[in-house]
């Protein structure tokens, strides 16, 4: 009667090779802290924990560093901006970041508004050579040309980055003085964050010599340079820029270039109405572009 | 050294299995013969394309940071939905116990099991460091992230279908109902959490949005009963196992989950489209001009439209396709209609750039072309899957469960007392047929004259016919039906 087909097969029971619960949960219970061990080790090994990670990054502030007490952002002039591609030049340099055009940390963009309204958007090879004008805007397209002027870009380290929060791994992060990071060490190149990522400030690292931190196939962005910003410096970009049109500070510090430019300025922010409240702020960018 | 699979005892030894295999390759028909030498060509063409996509940061794929997603991602989606579909669309039968879907249940749940590895093998080689995402998602898990939580439904999903197949092949009943009713639950949750990876993303209008997990459910449920009906046709059409209850019960049974579900399908891609039309939203007009017109076009209108929806229903609809050979027509399009769908979908929401990021130019749209590794893989994933079923149909004793001939399955009208009581009726099991030790003999589970012996004519089948089902078809069950 209780012919229930579970424990009423004689060839099950009679062959040694047969499986039963108890031996199942006991090689579940056995594979657990194997799976474990076998992650320490590995970490050991690879060197890809996360403290292992943060000890060997670059951008590790210096010690005296207080993160409560800053909060770091960028007020770009618009029209200051000469295109010439040095701040460019400048991150890659610095944040040894891959020679491929489409891999930046930065780039600048040449929109060009025409008369009707329509806005046109290049950036060849990231803009690190400049504009050629017979390239970008064509003599017999002036006519037709409303306005038009460089944006430096780069990561919005937004107050609420929509790229921290889909992580499927908790891989990158906001800290307190408000950079957004990507821990390499638990990265796993899913290319989530980089779809999610409203202003396209992300990128995989490709395999080759030049890598930022040594690692390919993680995600890869902006940081402020926060290894000279924790250490007084500006960012690469900021530094080298001819034109003063990366202003860059401490929202903390009412006196820094950044806070009086905000001040002084009528600013806007890219993408307002996703909500991911921007900390880098544009002077004269015009709305159809944003 | 032996192990008892299924109720055959099976000789582990290498050398008795080469020969084992030998003798069965050597009866096998030459049809049977070319299919799997095309199938182990695909899956050698994927080993190639693995072994260059494994390594992380090598730039084999076609892929930009402008255009992430490419066309393993379509893969792995319409994999992983696929999966879900063949649990939703056999649940009617395994969790509901209409009859009429009953023949399914087997086969689906290996169909299943074998679509979700190989949309886990896919998604691995996209990643890259897919070790790190398992050892990530249990060590640093991340609540909020929608794709977090699909690995998690996912994994829940393989671990029930893995029972289910398990339980069903051991005749663990009791196990089996419930593990059919939790991988159906699971197989809602999965693919609504796979549409939501994309639907919270508020920078591609395309994707964002509270439509797109239930129209990914509705193509996952689409997906399943199109590749059921590809299944059950070559199933009635060769003569394998079941294949009377095939024809009387599962082919009508997915004609009509067919017909109301490409309904439904077609319904959600229509109001898809003209929403988007209708539309200002920035980005979202210009996606839904790069479908209509734009360089997604060509598989919209001939693929999606033409050969995915159209034709299909009207296969179903004209009265002299209504046969067993106009489904399989019809889900092969359809099967072909959803690739096309999922590979539109993900392209949509990445083709209107949201900057220029360096070197792209806006105007108009971003481009990506797959390359051959990602076409290798792919094809190589479609490949492992034909493989791996088309083995598991030879070997494997694929004859309906006869607990369900006897009504006992979860919620069962005809047998109120439910899986206790109908099995209670049937006689007790026998001894396993065949020589104690059987060394991997494929003719004990199917005669080599059963097995790919087209039948050259094919009477058209009565629809939902109400004639009396036919006694349990596979004598190879351990069980026989009570009387």
């Known amino acids: 009667m209780s012919q229930t087909g579970r424990a009423g097969s004689p060839g099950q029971a009679a062959s040694p090779a047969a499986l039963s619960r108890r031996r199942v949960l006991q090689l ?97 090879d990231g803009g690190i050579h400049g504009f050629p004008t017979e390239e970008t805007m064509p003599a017999d397209d002036a006519a037709n040309v409303r306005d038009a002027y460089f944006v430096p870009r780069t990561c919005m380290q937004c107050e609420n980055p929509p790229c921290t929060w889909v992580c499927p791994v908790s891989a990158t992060f906001r800290t307190e003085d408000g950079i957004v990071f990507v821990d390499e060490g638990r990265c796993i190149g899913c290319g989530y964050c980089i779809v999610a990522c409203p202003y396209g400030a992300r990128y995989i690292v490709p395999a080759g010599e030049t890598t930022p931190k040594g690692v390919a196939g993680v995600v890869d962005k902006c940081t ?57 702020w544009y002077i004269g960018l015009e709305e159809e572009v944003i | 050294m032996t192990a008892q699979v299924a109720d055959r005892r099976l000789t582990l030894d290498p050398r008795a299995a080469v020969r084992a295999v030998a003798r069965d390759v050597a009866t096998m028909s030459r049809a049977l013969k070319a299919w799997l030498v095309f199938l182990l060509v695909l899956c050698a063409t994927g080993a190639v394309g693995a072994v260059l996509a494994l390594p992380a940061g090598w730039e084999v794929l076609g892929t930009s940071p402008s255009f992430e997603w490419g066309i393993l991602i379509t893969a792995y989606v319409f994999f992983a939905i696929t999966t879900s579909g063949l649990c939703l669309a056999s649940s009617l039968g395994t969790v509901f116990g209409i009859e009429m879907f009953l023949p399914l249940e087997k086969r689906h749940a290996v169909l299943a099991l074998l679509s979700l590895i190989t949309a886990f093998g896919i998604i691995a080689l996209d990643l890259h460091y897919p070790i790190s995402m398992v050892f990530g998602a249990v060590f640093s898990p991340s609540p909020l ?21 398990w339980s069903i092949f051991s005749n663990h009943w009791g196990i089996h109902r419930y593990a059919c009713m939790l991988s159906s639950i699971t197989a809602i949750l999965a693919p609504t959490t796979l549409g939501a990876v994309f639907a919270v993303l508020g920078a591609r209008p395309y994707w964002h949005g509270a439509f797109t997990p239930p129209a990914m459910m509705t193509m996952a449920f689409l997906s399943g009963t199109a590749l059921l009906g590809i299944v059950f046709c070559l199933v009635h059409r060769y003569r394998l196992a079941g294949y009377e209850r095939a024809l009387t019960l599962a082919i009508p049974a997915i004609r009509l989950l067919m017909t109301i579900t490409l309904v439904v399908a077609g319904l959600v891609v229509a109001w898809q489209i003209l929403w988007g039309m209708y539309g200002v939203i920035p980005g979202l007009a210009d996606a839904n001009r790069a479908i209509f017109a734009g360089p997604l076009a060509l598989w919209f209108w001939v693929v999606r439209v ?24 019809t889900c092969c399009l359809v099967f072909l209609g959803i690739f096309a769908d999922r590979a539109i979908f993900v392209s949509a929401g990445q083709i209107v750039p949201g900057t220029a990021v360096g070197g792209v130019v806006s105007d108009p749209f971003a481009e990506y072309v797959p390359t051959l590794v990602e076409a290798a893989v792919v094809l190589g994933a479609f490949g492992f899957f034909g493989l791996a079923y088309t083995l598991v149909e030879r070997y494997a004793p694929m004859g309906e469960h006869t607990g369900h001939l006897a009504g006992a399955f979860l919620g069962s009208t005809e047998q109120p007392g439910g899986t206790r009581e109908a099995l209670s009726n049937l006689v007790p099991a026998p001894e396993p047929v065949g020589p104690p030790e059987t060394v991997l003999a494929p003719e004990t589970v199917l005669a080599p004259e059963t097995v790919l012996a087209p039948e050259p004519v094919l009477a058209p089948e009565p629809v939902l016919a109400p004639e009396p089902v036919p006694p349990a078809t596979p004598s190879l069950d351990p069980v026989e039906d009570a009387p």
């Not at chain 1, 890659?92 to 929109?111: A, D, F, G, I, S």
């Not at chain 1, 340079?225 to 500070?249: D, K, M, S, W």
């Not at chain 1, 929202?251 to 009086?260: C, E």
């Open chain 2, 145 to 165: 992230s929608p794709m977090w939580w699909m690995g998690v439904f996912y994994g829940i999903y393989l671990v029930f279908l893995g029972i289910e197949v």
């Open chain 1, 224 to 280: 402020f340079c926060y290894h000279r910003i924790t250490r007084g410096q500006l960012p690469a970009c900021a530094e080298v820029c001819p034109a003063n049109a990366r202003i860059f500070g401490d929202l903390r510090d009412a006196a820094s270039p950044v806070s009086v430019a905000l001040n002084e300025n009528r600013v806007r922010v890219m993408k307002p109405a996703l909500g991911t409240r921007p900390q880098v």
């Open chain 2, 306 to 329: 033409g050969a995915g929806l159209v034709i299909p229903l009207l296969l179903l609809l004209i009265p002299r396709t209504r046969t067993p050979e106009g489904l399989f027509a």
């Open chain 1, 28 to 124: 579940g219970a056995a594979a657990l802290p194997a799976l474990c061990g076998a992650r320490l080790l590995a970490d050991a090994l690879t060197g890809s924990g996360v403290e292992t990670a943060r000890a060997a990054d670059t951008t590790a502030p210096a010690d005296a560093y207080d993160p409560s007490a800053h909060s770091w952002a960028f007020a770009i002039d618009t029209t200051t901006c000469i295109g010439c591609g040095r701040c460019v030049e400048a991150c890659k340099l610095e944040n040894h970041v891959p020679e491929e055009p489409e891999m930046n940390r930065t780039w600048v963009e040449l929109h060009v508004i025409d008369q009707d309204g329509t806005v046109r958007v290049s950036s060849p």
